[in-house]
């Protein structure tokens, strides 16, 4: 009974955070569409760089609180719920603390990155701007941690759909009411806002549901291994913020804008479908808190399975309508971005499987074995794209964007095989036969969506969705008769509905 409860609730918050990382990157990815049909492909290059090196001061900001918080509030909440303020005090002074030299940081540097390093005068005030968007970003995140820990992800899902609607509305008011010369602005003004109403709004609901956080202790924490644990998240936050923004930086400073824009639209559409395939971390951070070693593995390995299922033929259909995807969302000024799409597509499968990783060694307090992995990736990550802009920069600028993507999808590859090492000698065995089926029925649904395509000489709206349902439609009858879908799996279907 308790084996079955605790799937059934795993099972109940994946669903609620599949729901929420739905609605986040599908309202993410429409955002980011009308951003960058607002912009267009100059304009959105410079809303990239700023927002690149914003996010990587507001994860410097973070330096790991936000998944210490997680993990140190679901521990009380299992076994001495008086300590939770203890906690939340601690963590919420050390926050504070970070927010605050970040985002003056951010302020200081604004004048010398716009003028000296990008050479865009036009960059100084949404730099400006920015930082005060890494503040009121930084308690948003700190603050719907504790939905998680409460295993109360459908206010996730509450605070997603607000959020989405009010990020969607205010470009269309941008385009009415504000002067083109003033958009950049207008979008980092909005996101402030936006991010400010959040936080109240997760403030409100939080007091509601667990008033004991806000409620003075005098409960004694070992302040000492939270710093630890911190710590170690420390170097992975720094290294995957520079990991994850380098590559737009360094572009924007070889190459002209519109060519950071084409990057960041390959790489949203990529981030976009890891997001609405995928699970926020934070779900099994808590759940893996609060299981055993033999129940972590065997989770674990179900969650790989699964998203194996969805992963494989994501890539597959990415690769052969990528181009059609792009036309599509971003429009034709778009087109040169199919090209590092082609390469980061690939990143789908570390991406998604790392992210469980993460998790799976915080909840041990183990951060370490990702935080040393990802220090030495995210170096080599630079030279990478380094090497491979200037090289392939000798061939086309979008050559030099394709690099960028190459050094990315080296890097993460690299990155993924020294993480399964890394689990191996931690004695954790980790199953990757499962995605064999999925490969051998993606394999067969490619053929046959190359073969309708060849039959399509203009892929409109209709004979998209026409394709998209074809091939969902062939991949899974294939899956079944090879049997790479099984009973359990329909059982957990219907926990899903049932809920």
């Known amino acids: 009974m308790k084996k079955e409860s605790f799937k059934s609730k795993i099972v109940k918050n994946s669903f609620w955070g599949f729901l929420s990382g739905s609605i986040n990157r599908v309202g993410s990815l429409i955002f980011t569409i009308f951003i960058a049909r607002l912009l267009m492909p100059e304009g959105y290059g410079l809303y990239s760089i700023v927002i690149s090196v914003v996010m990587i001061l507001h994860i410097f900001a973070d330096l790991g609180i936000n998944a210490a918080f997680v993990k140190y509030s679901s521990s009380a909440l299992n076994n001495n719920k008086k300590k ?35 050479k865009d005068a036009s960059l100084f005030f949404p730099f400006i701007i920015g930082a005060f968007y890494i503040f009121a ?20 899902g509450l605070k997603e759909i607000l959020n989405q609607i009010l990020k969607i509305s205010f470009p269309i008011i941008l385009m009415l009411f504000v002067a083109s010369s003033y958009h950049l602005m207008g979008v980092f003004i909005s996101l402030t806002l ?49 990991f994850v923004y ?31 395939i995928g699970f926020p971390n934070a ?9 055993n070693k033999e129940r972590k593995e065997r989770t674990f390995n179900q969650i790989i399975r699964y998203l194996s299922i969805l992963i494989i033929p994501s890539i597959a259909g990415l690769l052969i309508l990528g181009k059609f995807f792009i036309k599509f969302f971003f429009g034709e000024s778009y087109l040169p971005a199919t090209l590092p799409l082609n390469f980061l597509a690939l990143l789908i499968l ?18 370490e074995i990702f935080s040393k992995i990802i220090l030495f990736i995210t170096i080599l990550n630079i030279f990478l794209n380094i090497i491979f802009i200037k090289l392939f920069l000798v061939i086309s600028e979008i050559w030099a964007v394709a690099g960028a993507a190459i050094a990315t999808l080296i890097s993460w590859g690299i990155y993924f095989i020294a993480i399964l090492i890394a689990s191996k000698k931690d004695g954790f065995k980790v199953r990757l036969d499962c995605i064999t089926k999925p490969v051998i029925a993606s394999v067969i649904m490619a053929g046959v969506l190359l073969g ?6 203009d892929v409109n709206l209709f004979w998209g969705i026409i394709s998209i349902l074809l091939g969902c439609l062939v991949y899974f009858a294939v899956m079944i008769l090879i049997k790479g879908l099984r009973k359990e799996d329909i059982d957990l279907l219907k926990i899903i509905v049932h809920r």
């Open 84 to 118: 939770l303020s203890a906690y939340y005090r601690y963590l919420l002074k050390l926050k504070f603390t970070f927010v605050i030299i970040f985002s003056g940081l951010a302020l200081i540097l604004a004048y010398p990155l716009a003028f000296w390093f990008f």
């Open 246 to 276: 380098i590559d737009s930086i360094m572009l924007g400073f070889f190459l002209k804008p519109e060519f950071v824009g084409y990057y960041k639209a390959a790489y949203s559409l990529v981030m976009g479908l890891i997001g609405f």
């Open 452 to 457: 309708v395509l060849r039959l399509i000489k």
């Open 137 to 156: 970003l930084s308690f948003e995140g700190f603050y719907l941690q504790m939905f998680y820990s409460l295993e109360r992800v459908k206010y996730v």
């Open 194 to 242: 936006i991010s400010i109403i959040m936080v109240l709004f997760i403030i409100c609901y939080l007091k509601r549901l667990i008033p004991i956080m806000f409620e003075k202790s005098d409960e004694q924490i070992d302040k000492r291994r939270i710093r630890r644990f911190v710590g170690y998240l420390t170097i992975a936050s720094i290294s995957n913020a520079f």
């Open 350 to 367: 570390p991406v998604m499987i790392i992210g469980i990783f993460v998790p799976l060694f915080s909840s041990e307090e183990k951060p």
């Open 283 to 291: 779900i099994f951070l808590a759940a893996f808190t609060k299981s």
